[in-house]
């Protein structure tokens, strides 16, 4: 394990460590929470909540707040991912080499474990627990609410879903690949200049978060047609047998590396002015182009 | 019509106004929008407006804020119905006397629907349009989120399903329709208190709503079993049918009736201190006790 992926996985602890001390306070027991936790606790890197701790570099906010933050984002990106494997969405079984939370609650209780998910998030936001000014709270809401719902995750859902089997132009791929994936990090980002109450900060954060956020879609998209399916925990090759609109499946494998390349130097460039600070971001960025798992 | 139902219509109709503006500025045409307002805009009395526009009477705030907070209320209720109408929920195919949602628009986009109506109930709590301090703000939505998850609609909803076909005693039921429908109108009430910046009145607020979403849920129970399907827009007798787990169901019609009747002077006497203020709230739980659609 490199430093770098020591340090992501010192992250992906400290998150954890703070929603199961916020979990184990709501006294709950039954099965709804039990899904919850199984569908949040299941493991993964936690790529959102390092670009969160990341971004926050950038401005020297600590990193409790971080976490925190990122932790809000982590239920958001858990309530997405068990509602997209759904039956009557993806149909997946298995998630992370585990049984999908539908697989193993039912389809109802992993509807209403997303869905509470999702509000917990907003619940954390507004919490005491994070030691942030109301109006700032406010404007964090407001940007996660308008890259959770129809603008972003759940839009994007729906493209993705209404594209199966239907060949695409770029445009459009990127598009919905900005809704699902990419808004979310866009938040990861932005969110460290609304907390900086940076303002003039947002637009250009927001947009590394999305470039990053793209990057990772296509390093996916790779890794489903190259990866190996036990260094990933699920079968690969999934998304051609669904008819899933990639961009590797528009434009091969040679012009998708371009583009990747591409929006890692746009990244890079676009977090010069910001010199070690940016340390962390920028080993994200690479880290996600070089990922074989 | 009475001038108390002519008064609950006007306000349904400046909520509709205010939820069309705010849908008209998305600009969006998909499905999954159409399905959305498909859901939003299905008819029907509206009453958690109408108890929010009440409530707000109590402290003298101006109509227009408590329509913008009442149009959230609205989105998260609507989310809450199109998701118990799914086939692995509650399985209805008609709602107010329309196909539901998954039934016009299939599974996946209803739920994807939902989701992207409680999370625009966060968005409109936190965007411009509301005039409200940003710190007013983050304690509405911190409120309405914890009403709205597992410890709220999804939580009531998981015991309201797992009930099914089994006998509970009458602490478990109000529990279950506490969380399933009280907490939400125990919002509308509540958010009164926190726009008023009233904290010290937040609980007796919050109080009064879940006993009037009570009262709300037995009405519904004794509709369910005596109200006229014409009327009510959809088939009644489906709690039996389902084997859903109600006050009725436990301990028949007179011991509901006479908890009904007891929950109305609770309420009136709760309210009493607030005079002429109270007025519209004060109808609302009479309407509620004696409604027949």
Chains 1, 2 share one sequence.
Do not use: W
């Not at 990122?70 to 309530?79: K, T, W």
């Amino acid at each position: 394990m490199s430093a770098f992926e020591k340090d992501i996985k010192i992250v992906a602890d400290k998150t954890d460590q703070y929603l199961k001390s916020y979990f184990s306070q709501q006294k709950q027991n039954n099965e709804l929470f039990e899904a919850m936790g199984y569908g949040l606790f299941a493991g993964g890197k936690k790529i959102r909540s390092y670009l969160t701790v990341a971004a926050f570099d950038l401005f020297g906010i600590k990193e409790e707040t971080a976490i925190i933050v990122a932790a809000a984002i982590e239920c958001v990106h858990s309530y997405s991912l068990i509602h997209d494997d759904l039956p009557s969405m993806d149909n997946d079984d298995f998630r992370r080499g585990k049984e999908s939370t539908h697989k193993k609650f039912g389809e109802s209780t992993a509807i209403l474990a997303g869905n509470s998910l999702l509000t917990i998030a907003f619940e954390i936001l507004t919490s005491n627990h994070l030691d942030l000014d109301k109006e700032v709270k406010s404007d964090l809401v407001f940007a996660l609410a308008s890259c959770s719902g129809h603008l972003g995750i759940a839009g994007g859902q729906f493209l993705d879903l209404s594209f199966e089997g239907k060949a695409q132009d770029e445009k459009t791929i990127i598009h919905m690949q900005n809704k699902k994936t990419g808004e979310l990090m866009g938040f990861c980002t932005e969110a460290a200049a609304i907390v900086a109450k940076k303002n003039n900060d947002r637009e250009e954060l927001k947009k590394i978060g999305l470039d990053i956020g793209l990057l990772f879609q296509i390093a996916d998209d790779l890794l489903d047609v190259y990866g190996d399916q036990n260094k990933l925990g699920k079968p690969s090759k999934q998304d051609d047998k669904k008819g899933k609109a990639t961009l590797i499946a528009t434009f091969g494998l040679d012009k998708t590396n371009v583009l990747a390349n591409e929006l890692h130097d746009k990244i890079k460039q676009s977090l010069e002015k910001y010199g070690t600070k940016a340390n962390r971001l920028l080993s994200s960025a690479e880290f996600i182009l070089k990922r074989d798992h």
